[in-house]
């Protein structure tokens, strides 16, 4: 009978502390992929931005070399 009555009784504090232990471990995880997600949108927004600012800089050449050609 002592078998039955450990499987009834609610699991003890060491276990309650063990599973908000994994609790916490896993949402620091999650945190972290999350301000991985955030970092690389950040670089990949800033590579962009540079392209683009690249890009004009050479259609704004690009323009005065016609307007050169023009005259």
Do not use: H, R
Request: aromatic share 4%; charged share 20%; hydrophobic share 35%.
């Amino acid at each position: 009978m002592s078998d039955n009555s450990n499987q009834n009784n609610p699991p003890n504090e060491t276990q309650i502390a063990k599973l908000a232990l994994l609790g916490e471990s896993i949402s620091l995880f999650g945190q972290a992929i999350t301000t991985l997600a955030a970092y690389l949108a950040l670089e990949a927004e800033e590579e962009e931005e540079n392209t683009n600012t690249q890009m004009q800089a050479q259609i704004d050449y690009l323009l005065s070399e016609m307007d050169q050609l023009k005259k």
